[in-house]
């Protein structure tokens, strides 16, 4: 029972009416036309070719593709953000060497186009035709490996992807570890645990709280960004889309599968980077959201409004809050 | 257990420390008062190395805080060595700093277990009591975000006393809690004095100082202007300074 049902007194029976949106309906209104011209354009216009789009949808090349590129994007991102951290904690170190090391590269990295990169990667052997470990200088050498058969196209893609990425993430976790308080570090110092110790179940596991969103930004801005090694032909979701147009001559209907797949891998990053988030939230809210995106999704879309009291209790109870 | 001799330190070109000379025996109880920027916090911050001395000696239990004396020479401690003597010196922040992304239980045992290497199990068994000894218990699985400060704050000294250390060091560790939480904080820290615990206490509690305090220093401007018996100190001050200070905060 609410204090309203109890009450008796005439102000129990008043109605509360909520503001009225008439902007609402006529806003819903206009994007409601908008959207069914959209639609029917899709539908009737025979160039978009929802047929050959059906076809080609789950055809072979494509669906390996489609691999490929997930592939290419979740190794780039590995590369990328375990270089980040390394760089980041070199750029905080206290030791200028290292510091202006990792300045340099964040600067070398960052200021050259990616293309570039995948490109002089990929045609490393033009420049050293061999690779060899041994010492510097005086020509000992223990093993020594063709630069082609150690930089294969993917290793080349790799390598150029992940090492562009990791500037980028260098500072999206330096921002992390600065957000982290200082008083952080020095209560965990003043427990007697050593710097390494500190950053690693101290520091980093808060800053990940900042660092998660941009990296979900960077992930997704990857996963499009690898359409780019068409250039060294290497087989990934676009480069397959293309092949078929460079056969059939037909191009729109190939790009609109391309960019299905490519909605469909965001979408499942994006639901991934909730989790993500959830997780790192732990502990910095007093009261904890609770349940994932499907859950929360569900309880979105119930008909209803759960966060307006239900329709019966929508009385006003001033006035007998001391009966 | 704690002996300053003519510690000093600067920041930049401001000396904030000009000279401090005190000591603190096993099992003491030192206050420290005295106006903000006195330099007091940063006493207690130089005596488990958190800041860096300029010039005298500071040792605890003997050794020197930081550094190693061979022959007439002070070397600097590598920051293993310095870790490993910070762990046993137990301090409390005027701001908690729980670490918010654990529970009570694991800022309780992450030192122990990492640092120490204690096991596990026994780290858990420990913590356990020392909840109950600061009057949280039943708490362990509680983010230190749901807690009041001074629930916070009794859990950041059952974290320090987690490391069984033989000197605590407390800095202001009432000025950011709600009047009515001073109480229950105050209370552990009075139990702690009485098992025997050396402490070394910056703090605006007068009403503590003089009943649990064995001694009271002053400090103003870098310089213990006074020390001796807190009764004393505080009914019978014999520095302008002193009495200054006193008429403005009882």
């Known amino acids: ?323 | 257990m704690v002996r300053a001799e003519g510690v000093r330190k600067r920041f930049g070109v401001t000396e904030v420390l000009k000279g401090i000379d005190l000591e603190v025996g096993r099992g003491e109880v030192l206050c420290v008062i005295g106006p903000s920027g006195s330099g007091k916090s940063t006493l207690l911050r130089c005596i488990n190395h958190l800041e860096k001395i300029h010039g005298g000696r500071l040792s605890v239990d003997g050794e020197l805080v930081g550094y190693q004396q061979r022959g007439d020479r002070l070397y600097e401690l590598r920051e293993r060595e310095v870790a490993r003597k910070r762990a046993e010196i137990g301090m409390v922040f005027q701001h908690f700093n729980l670490f918010p992304h654990m529970t009570v239980l694991g800022n309780i045992i992450e030192a122990p277990c990492r640092v120490k290497k204690v096991a596990r199990d026994e780290a858990i068994e420990r913590a356990k009591r020392l909840l109950d000894q600061v009057g949280l218990a039943g708490r362990e699985d509680t983010y230190p975000r749901q807690l009041s400060g001074g629930q916070q704050q009794r859990v950041a000294i059952a974290r320090a006393l987690a490391m069984e250390p033989k000197l605590m060091l407390f800095d202001e560790p009432t000025s950011a809690l709600d009047p009515e939480l001073v109480g229950d904080v105050l209370d552990v820290m009075r139990d702690l004095a009485r098992s025997g615990m050396t402490m070394f206490v910056v703090t605006h509690e007068m009403g503590f100082a003089r009943e649990v305090g064995d001694k009271l220093v002053f400090m103003d401007d870098g310089v213990v202007v006074e020390a001796g018996v807190p009764r004393d100190v505080i009914a019978n001050p014999q520095h302008e300074r002193t009495r200054n200070f006193l008429s403005k905060v009882l």
């Open chain 1, 1 to 323: 029972m609410t204090a309203a049902d109890d009450s008796t007194g005439a102000a129990s029976h008043l109605k509360a009416v909520p503001v009225r949106h008439p902007g609402r309906w006529v806003a819903a209104a206009v994007i409601a036309v908008v959207v069914a011209m959209l639609i029917h354009s899709f539908l009737a216009n025979p160039l978009y070719d929802w047929g050959r789009i059906g076809r080609t949808l789950f055809a072979a090349p494509i669906l390996r593709g489609t691999l490929k590129t997930l592939e290419l994007t979740v190794l780039a991102m590995v590369v990328g953000i375990a270089g980040g951290i390394l760089l980041a904690v070199m750029r905080l170190s206290p030791n200028p060497v290292l510091s202006a090391s990792s300045a340099f590269y964040i600067w070398f990295f960052r200021g050259t186009p990616v293309l570039v990169q995948i490109v002089i990667w990929y045609n490393l052997s033009y420049l050293y035709k061999h690779i060899s470990l041994g010492l510097p200088f005086v020509h000992v050498t223990f093993v020594t490996f063709s630069t082609n058969t150690l930089i294969s196209q993917f290793g080349a893609a790799i390598l150029g992807l992940g090492l562009n990425e990791a500037a980028y993430m260098a500072e999206i976790v330096r921002a992390g570890i600065l957000s982290v308080d200082e008083g952080q570090s020095e209560a965990a110092s003043a427990l007697g645990m050593p710097s390494s110790l500190i950053m690693r179940r101290i520091v980093l596991p808060q800053a990940m709280r900042i660092i998660v969103p941009p990296t979900g930004n960077e992930t997704i801005s990857m996963l499009k960004t690898t359409s780019i090694v068409i250039y060294i032909a290497l087989p990934e979701l676009f480069t397959s889309a293309q092949n078929y147009i460079n056969t059939t001559f037909v191009s729109i209907p190939y790009f609109i599968v391309a960019c299905i797949w490519y909605l469909a891998m965001t979408s499942v990053l994006t639901i991934g980077q909730g989790y993500i988030e959830r997780y790192y939230g732990r502990g910095s809210n007093r009261n904890p959201p609770s349940g994932g995106f499907l859950e929360r999704m569900g309880r979105a879309l119930r008909f209803g409004r759960p966060w307006l009291p239900g329709r019966d209790q929508m009385v006003l109870s001033t006035g007998n809050n001391g009966d």
